[in-house]
């Protein structure tokens, strides 16, 4: 069931693949969760804005104070992303998604270590802390993406 330097049964499920699995069933025990960040909201009306308008603001367009002011959004390419997926299943769509990146973040995790010859202990407490670690910054928010890339990164290095 781990993957292992022996030939695998391509129709047996790997260990990596029920990883995955419970981190998405995961989701089911509190899918609110990742929306209790107050900066969620900014993002989706950001969402809306660069959709709507079909361009990235260069103005404020969500304070009230500061209206107009020069803004730099520099985090127009996962708001754009979660605007679409708000838009094609709702705040659903918007949490699995987020989920998933989550997910495969951590099944990177596991497998770069798998593959680095660690003992599967080792692999596994260094996969369980790395778990621990991110899903304190869980949440509708682009580090998801970073997390997601430094495991590529990695595992490429």
Do not use: N
Not at 38 to 67: N, W, Y
Not at 74 to 87: H, P
Not at 106 to 130: H, M, P, W
């Amino acid at each position: 069931m781990f993957e292992s330097a022996m030939k695998p049964v391509w129709w047996l499920p790997t260990f990596g693949f029920f990883l995955f699995l419970a981190i998405e069933l995961w989701m089911f025990a509190s899918p609110d969760r990742i929306f209790e960040d107050p900066g969620v909201g900014r993002h989706l009306r950001t969402a809306e804005v660069i959709l709507e308008t079909g361009q990235i603001p260069r103005a404020d367009p969500l304070s009230f104070t500061k209206a107009g002011e020069p803004w730099t959004d520099f985090e127009w390419a996962f708001e754009a992303t979660i605007g679409e997926l708000y838009r094609a299943g709702g705040l659903a769509l918007v949490c699995a998604f987020c989920y998933a990146i989550f997910a495969a973040t951590i099944l990177g995790i596991y497998r770069t270590l798998l593959q680095s010859g660690l003992s599967l202990s080792a692999v596994l407490l260094t996969t369980c802390v790395a778990f621990l670690t991110v899903q304190i910054h869980f949440s509708v928010r682009p580090v998801l993406f970073t997390y997601l890339f430094l495991a590529l990164v990695v595992e490429v290095w």
